[in-house]
């Protein structure tokens, strides 16, 4: 089946940093979006993009849609500590997908 | 702002228990969905509906998870009679229709089992 692998896995640094994170796909997805998931939360929607090559910003964070259509990336600029949480990459090809998650930590 | 609801957000449960989870989808949101997430992965879809009729359970273990969307409205997710391994977090979400990839997620119901 579909997998998605999500680098790093976990990320720690300091507030006002930038952080880069990926995802790959072993398959083409028609479409790619990032979620945010906080401890005891459900997942909250950061960006959608829908087109190969497609590079969108919401606020602090930026993603880009792979021209293969097999990865994205989701930057955020300037982290502050609300950033803190679990970023799922997920793609859709017939279903949802899941990626593995990359947890964020931001220190003082 | 519209919300998914769920509820409970918390079940504490013995095995062999049944337990149900209860959604509530965007309101207009014809395509509702339940994911189970253990700790530490991303969630896995057990089953999908589209208004009242299920479009996908093929991840649903049907010996003893059932589900059901009566009116196209409201869900409930039922696990008769629960596992150990059934402790996860239960995940509800909806999107306007099916093919419309923006779900929107609830804040969950956090099952343990004993």
């Known amino acids: 089946g579909q997998q998605l692998n999500q680098s790093p896995q976990s990320m720690f640094i300091q507030e006002g940093e930038d952080v880069s994170m990926n995802c790959t796909s072993s398959s083409i997805f028609n479409t790619w979006l990032w979620y945010k998931q906080e401890p005891g939360e459900g997942p909250v929607l950061l960006i959608a993009?829908?087109?190969?090559?497609e590079l969108t910003s919401n606020g602090r964070l930026t993603a880009q849609f792979g021209i293969t259509r097999k990865d994205s990336f989701l930057n955020i600029s300037a982290s502050i500590p609300s950033d803190v949480g679990i970023y799922f990459c997920t793609g859709t090809a017939s279903k949802l997908t899941f990626g593995t998650g990359t947890r964020l930590q931001v220190t003082l | 702002e519209a919300e998914v609801a769920q509820s409970p957000r918390y079940k504490i449960t013995e095995k062999s228990q049944a337990v149900a989870f209860w959604c509530d989808p965007i309101s207009g949101h014809a395509t509702l969905y339940w994911y189970r997430q253990i700790l530490g992965q991303g969630p896995e879809l057990l089953v999908q509906?589209?208004?009242?009729?299920?479009?996908?359970d093929s991840q649903l273990p049907k010996d003893r998870f059932s589900a059901e969307r009566l009116k196209g409205v409201d869900s409930t997710l039922k696990i008769q009679p629960a596992e150990l391994g059934d402790s996860a977090m239960y995940l509800c979400a909806s999107s306007l229709n099916t093919g419309q990839n923006e779900q929107f997620f609830g804040p969950g119901t956090r099952l343990t089992v004993l």
């Open positions: 509906f589209q208004d009242e009729s299920v479009v996908d």
């Open positions: 993009l829908y087109k190969a090559g």
